[in-house]
């Protein structure tokens, strides 16, 4: 199989994990696979990558002054896109996120390569601006699949687009022993993962801890990921007292160590698609708490089976799931025990069969 995966950049982000296990899979396999991406290649990618595949970076990521600088660098988007993939070949495209995704499609028009969209996140809950919605509108039709993580963020899609729309959930990969701690962190302290960024909900979490750190002065949150709240995340510590209790870690390239030493892990997502970081910290067995957001958690959580499920936004809510676990360290083994079991439920192995069952359907229709 010869298949071009297209994304913006490969830096820290869920989506961009998903697709270099995808690649590495791939290439593990000898398939011919090769990445393409809009920057310029100046940093390397986040995730490593199979020395096998071959990665083509655009240096496409140009900002944009105002609307004709924008109209006039997405042409030439399309143009040196739609010249790639002629020049490439692929039996399939396989493209990740909303605007690089309608790149792709008006890319590929009238080339015959089959093109399978991806949408990491519930289109319901954040806007990508009112000209890029209206060209998703038009363009999605035309791709030979539109894959969501999940049904209810397919179901945001108009019916023409549901009809071409396939769900395959992100694979929750086991933890390998080269992964575990070898940094001592002082405990005890939970977790959160996630960009420093308002979908992520940090500022929910703060507030839930400050309503319960008092009881228990012991304890601390480290939360590990980067993003442009930084600033106001840090003034927020100062305003509620957290000082020396919560921790800004930054991104980590090795989540794991931090995991690995954790009591349990919190996701305040305002919203989701199928976050990873709730599977990685499951597979290392860490009983979790998350928000219920629109889409995510609740697919993976079975709620007080493995893991703890909050109305989302809900402060005093998550505050009490909070302290259910850290007062409570046999619910936190009773959690814990079933929460491996989501690398079974959603196995490297199942999730890209799921791929590949899709991939021989399309280019077989070609």
Known sequence: MRLT???????????????????????????????????DGSIAPFYELDSRIKHIPLGLAI???????????????????????????????????????ILTLLAT???????????????AMYSIGKSWE??????????????????RALSYFSPAIQSRGYVIPNPALSVSHENLATLKLEKP???????????????????????????????KLIILGEGSLR???????????????VQLQGIVKNPFSFLQQAEFFVM???YE?????????????????????????????????????????????????????????KERQRLATRAVEVTERFSLEKVMNMWEALLVEVISQK
């Open 5 to 39: 995966l297209v994304i913006h950049a490969l830096t820290a982000g869920g989506a961009e994990r998903v697709m270099s296990i995808m690649a590495n899979y791939w290439a593990a396999k000898g398939w011919d696979i090769t990445l393409v991406t809009m920057d």
């Open 63 to 101: 900002k944009s002054p105002n609307f004709v600088w924008a109209t006039w660098h997405n042409l030439r988007r399309v143009f040196i896109l739609r010249n790639t993939f002629y020049q490439l070949h692929p039996d399939a495209v396989i493209s990740f996120l909303d605007t690089t995704n």
């Open 109 to 123: 028009g009238s080339l015959k390569i089959p093109v399978i969209v991806d949408e990491q996140n519930h289109p």
């Open 134 to 151: 209206k060209l998703r509108t038009l363009t999605y039709p035309q791709a030979s699949r539109v894959v969501a993580v999940t049904a």
């Open 189 to 219: 302290f939970f977790i959160a993962i996630g960009r420093l960024e308002e979908q992520k909900g940090f500022d929910i979490l703060l507030h839930a801890f400050e309503q319960v750190a008092n009881s228990y002065p012991q304890w």
């Open 231 to 245: 600033p106001q995340l840090e003034a927020l510590i100062c305003q509620l007292n957290l000082v020396g209790r």
């Open 268 to 270: 305040s997502s305002r």
């Open 273 to 329: 698609g199928f976050p990873n970081a709730l599977c990685e910290a499951m597979a290392c067995g860490l009983p979790v708490i998350s928000t219920d957001c629109l889409s995510g958690p609740r697919e993976i959580i079975r709620d007080n089976v493995d893991g703890i499920l909050v109305p989302s936004e809900d402060v005093s809510a998550l505050a009490t799931a909070i302290e259910r676990l850290i007062a409570d360290q």
